[in-house]
Every structure is written in structure tokens, then in C-alpha cells.
């Protein structure tokens, strides 16, 4: 086994699928008792090469290639945690995760508090999803909300390569069981990974861009459509203050209610349907703890109610900048 080497800067450019691997790498050399599962994760490094090198480094008994058997894998964790370890399974594809769902909401979700509390389950999830790279069916999903409503789930989405870094290694770290969505069609933007910086906590939001006017919240890959709107939004003399949520499950409502605060009005941006999406929770709250605050009504951009659409037309159905700044607009109509 190669040791890993740890003189490198502490402050890198690199993209987000690269960013992760750093994370894995960090967390794996830290500690023995990480192991990563998957299909094709080690000698071919993940259909991403998200996991590329780990298994040269680490050898096949912690980076270990599974069968096609999702189920299969993420049991396979639960019993590794409850001996000790902390295991990282990779789902491939979004679309793959359910034949493991019922591991995941029916043991994972609910063994810790079925222990009273004697045991945790260290177990992190990591799925890419989403959609914008033009795949075929069954690999462009946005399945956030099927775990968000799931209790004794965390359920986290970064949106650059430095947060990315760091809420994988405090995933890891935690010993409840923690959903890790990789937007898959931001895997190769790049951005400042600080591996020296304190790990950050899994739920806190983010301002990613202060504004006056309208509060604009998204999480994982909607966040760069965000702030292109934003950008588009400046020219205009429309000033949107962009919310990166960061964490699905719990959510960090108070960050939320303060921007309200300052802005009056709310939009809420996800790829995801609109119907019973994470908006209509946040719609919801936000509702309650700002109605004497808000100029209009909490507006929602999403994916509309639908299977999810062939490749060559999913541009009309995921949200973009337009969308969102026509959401805005109407938001400051009102």
C-alpha cells in the first residue's frame, strides 16, 4: 500500500469531482476505519473518477469494487458501522438508488434511534444526480425529497469544490447517516479547496452573494444558475441576494429568515419538482416566521411534475436563468 502524500499545499485549485477525491483520500489517511464501497470505484476510479487512485493507494480492502447490487452495498455498510467502521458507498447514478431505498429509509434511517441511542450508524451516501449532461434514462434524477422526509436522514448537496471538501469530511465525521447528492454537471468547475480549513458544520447555509431586493436560495447545482442570475439581474437594477443552502436535511432556516429579513421577498431555485419539492417546505417555514416581513408571495422554480424528460429536451425542463430572474420579477410585481 502507497501512503498517501500529506506535504502537498494546503490551499489548492481543483475541480469538485477532484475536490471530493481529496476529501476521501484525507478522511481514508486519517483514519483506518473508512472504507469505500462501489461499482467500478476502484481499478477504473468511478464512472466519474471521483475515486480514482484510491484503490492504488489504499488497496483493495478498503476501496473494495461491488457487485450490481445497491441493496447489497449500502447493507453491506450498515453492518460494517455497526462494527466499527465508517463506510462511504458510492451510488452510480441517481437513478440506481432504488433498489437500496428500503436499506437506506427502512435500517439506516431508523436503527439509531431504535437503539435508544446505543449505537450510531456512520454511514455516508454518495450520489451524484441531477441533471444537465445530456444522459439517458435513469441517470438524470433529482431524488432529494424522497430523503429529506425520511427523519434520521442528513442529506447535504454541495456547490463548490471547497464546500464539496469539507462537508464530505464532516460527513464522514458524523455519526448519524448522511445522503451526499454530487451535482454530477458541476463535477468539473473549479474552485479554492482549503484542506487545512476547521470542518465545517453539515447544516449551515451560506450567503454566496448579499443583495437588496429578492433572497434567492439554492442548494448544489442550482446555485451557479443562481448567481449568473444575479449577475444578469445586476444589469437590470434588480439586486438578488443568493442563499446556498447547502444542507436539505435539516435546514438552516434562521440564515434563511435573516436574508428575508433584509430583502422582503423569496424565491426558492431546485431541479427538482416544484410538487412537494424541498421549496414547498422552505415556502412553508418561511411563511410562518416572516409573514409580517414579506412584500409578496414565496415563489418556487423547479422541474415541473413529470418523469424526467429525454436527454435533447431537458433544457426546457431544468431552471435557468431566465426562469429564475422571471420569478424574481414577478416576486417585486407584486
Known amino acids: 500500500m502507497t501512503i498517501p502524500d500529506r506535504t502537498r499545499p494546503a490551499v489548492r485549485t481543483l475541480t469538485l469531482a477532484r475536490s471530493i477525491n ?12 473508512v472504507v469505500l464501497m ?34 447489497g452495498i449500502v447493507g453491506t455498510a450498515i453492518g460494517l458501522a455497526l462494527r466499527g467502521y465508517r ?37 455516508v451516501v454518495r450520489i451524484p444526480y441531477g441533471g444537465g449532461i445530456g444522459a ?31 462537508l464530505l469530511r464532516a460527513a464522514i465525521d458524523c455519526d448519524d447517516p448522511v445522503v451526499f447528492l454530487e451535482p454530477k454537471r458541476r463535477y468539473y468547475d473549479k474552485g479554492e479547496v482549503d484542506t487545512s480549513a476547521p470542518v465545517a458544520p453539515l447544516h449551515g447555509a451560506r450567503v454566496a452573494r448579499p443583495g437588496r ?40 432556516f434562521d440564515t434563511i429568515e435573516a436574508s428575508v429579513a433584509r430583502t422582503g421577498r423569496l424565491v426558492v431555485v431546485h431541479e427538482a419538482p416544484v410538487f412537494f419539492g424541498a421549496g ?3 415556502a412553508a ?27 435533447r429536451t431537458e433544457h426546457a425542463y431544468l431552471p435557468d436563468l431566465d426562469r429564475i430572474l422571471d420569478a424574481a420579477e414577478r416576486a417585486l410585481a407584486y
Open 38 to 71: 462501489g461499482e467500478d470505484i476502484g481499478r477504473l476510479g468511478g464512472v466519474f473518477r471521483v475515486t480514482d487512485g484510491l484503490q492504488k493507494d489504499f488497496g483493495e480492502h478498503r476501496v473494495l469494487d461491488t457487485p450490481l447490487a445497491e441493496s
Open 285 to 311: 417555514r418561511i411563511t410562518e416566521r416572516c409573514f409580517h416581513r414579506l412584500e409578496s408571495p414565496v415563489l418556487r422554480v423547479g422541474g415541473y411534475h413529470m418523469p424526467y424528460p429525454p436527454s
Open 213 to 252: 431586493d429578492v433572497t434567492v436560495v439554492g442548494y448544489g447545482p442550482m446555485v451557479r444558475a443562481c448567481l449568473d442570475a444575479a449577475t444578469a439581474g445586476e444589469a437590470d437594477g434588480i439586486s438578488l441576494e443568493v442563499v446556498d443552502l447547502r444542507s436539505v436535511s435539516p435546514i438552516d
Open 136 to 166: 439517458v434514462e435513469h441517470h438524470s434524477e433529482s431524488p432529494e425529497a424522497l430523503f429529506a422526509h425520511v427523519a434520521g436522514l442528513r442529506l447535504v448537496s454541495p456547490s463548490t469544490p471547497g464546500d464539496a471538501y469539507g
Open 87 to 123: 463506510p462511504v458507498v458510492e451510488i452510480q447514478f441517481d437513478g440506481f438508488v432504488f433498489p437500496a431505498y428500503d436499506q437506506i429509509v427502512t435500517q439506516l434511517a431508523k436503527m439509531r434511534a431504535r437503539s435508544g441511542n446505543r449505537f450510531g450508524l456512520p454511514v
Open 22 to 33: 481529496a476529501s476521501l483520500r484525507d478522511a481514508m489517511a486519517d483514519n483506518p476505519k
Open 280 to 282: 414547498a417546505e422552505i
